[in-house]
């Protein structure tokens, strides 16, 4: 049975899920005392503390002891939480939460990273490129004597 166009369409226009499955791991961790913790794949659109990130990767204890003001939306995850004892603002894009589990137990869930949004990034880099190759461009130009 095929399905029309429209269906597909219907289809691709569902939220995502990550943002609900974060939201209710991270309950479950505190319903339970668990200590939640927040896996990161870290890129331009991310802020955080820059000297914490290992490998692309940061992990980030998301208990409600640990940071303040945590708001879990569709599409970003914010807080404030201190490093060394300076007080900083981390903002995640939801699409770059490679996991959320339990420090205690490890039990949680990991996701595929979606990094649609970070392409802008890339034609950025992609345009610097282009704008250096044309710089270097060989003159088509000869010397006649």
Known sequence: ???S?????KKD????????LIRALYQWCVDFQFTPYLSVF??????VPMEYVNKGEIVLNISPTACQELKIDNELISFKARF???????????????AIYSRENSQGMSFPVN????????????HLSS???TSKVKSHLKLIK
């Open 42 to 47: 870290v890129d331009e659109l991310v802020q």
């Open 13 to 20: 226009a569902f939220p995502s899920t990550k943002p609900y």
């Open 5 to 9: 166009h429209g269906e597909d369409a």
């Open 131 to 133: 704008d250096s190759a």
């Open 84 to 98: 060394n004892g300076v007080s900083r603002e981390i903002w995640i894009p939801t699409s770059h939460v490679m």
């Open 115 to 126: 990094l649609i949004e970070s392409k802008p990034s890339s034609q950025r880099s992609l």
């Open 1 to 3: 049975m095929s399905t």
